[in-house]
């Protein structure tokens, strides 16, 4: 079972009617004994990084997912990647669950329309398995007005908007972040979410 954390800043519904659609079994949770007992983990996320990560914290859930992140497969999705990593910089610094390393800062290459809303390439970067039946001329979509700064071995695979905007990153065992909307990038972002579901079959 796939465990969608409901934590108050997700959008979670849409993620939901695409695993459905896909047959993965899935719920929607709110407590640590459910998201320890699911064999893998979607945190999705809109909104701003400091709320949501307030509101992670109220939740209780913020131990609880950095030691299952460490053992089961773990999808971050949209504001749900971004706060995988260490800080964000959105209004105010803010510590992020720090799975991976980096941080999220405002985009703003001049002459960029931001947010960056639309359908945008995927450029593979590194082996990631979420990418095993993806092509090499496929598109997702973004909606988002920060961008994470990581490693190059931590991105799977990046879109161009201004410069590298990493859409896809990895942390070579159990995290994954998606920062574009796989439930809403038609087949490519259903292969993706299929990968997903693979890895705990």
Request: hydrophobic share 40%.
């Amino acid at each position: 079972m796939i465990a969608i954390i409901d934590y108050g800043a997700g959008n979670i519904f849409s993620v939901k009617n695409a695993l459905d659609h896909l047959g993965l079994e899935c719920a929607l949770v709110k407590d640590s004994g459910s998201v320890r007992s699911a064999d893998a983990v979607i945190l999705p996320g809109v909104g701003a990084f400091p709320a949501a990560m307030e509101m992670l914290v109220k939740s209780g859930l913020v131990d609880t997912i950095k030691e299952e992140a460490a053992r089961k497969p773990f999808l971050g999705i949209c504001l749900g990647m971004q706060l995988i990593f260490e800080k964000g910089y959105e209004f105010a610094e803010t510590d992020g669950l720090g799975l991976i390393g980096g941080s999220v800062i405002k985009m703003e290459e001049p002459d960029l329309i931001i947010p960056h809303m639309g359908w945008n390439k995927l450029e593979k970067l590194n082996d990631c398995p979420l990418l095993a039946n993806v092509g090499d001329n496929e598109y997702v979509y973004f909606v988002h007005s920060y961008k994470a700064q990581c490693e190059d071995r931590n991105i799977a695979a990046y879109s161009e908007y201004g410069g590298r905007v990493p859409a896809l990153v990895y942390d070579g065992k159990f995290v994954y972040g998606a920062q574009f909307h796989p439930e809403k990038s038609g087949e490519t972002g259903l292969k993706i979410l299929r990968s997903f579901g693979d890895l705990i079959r």
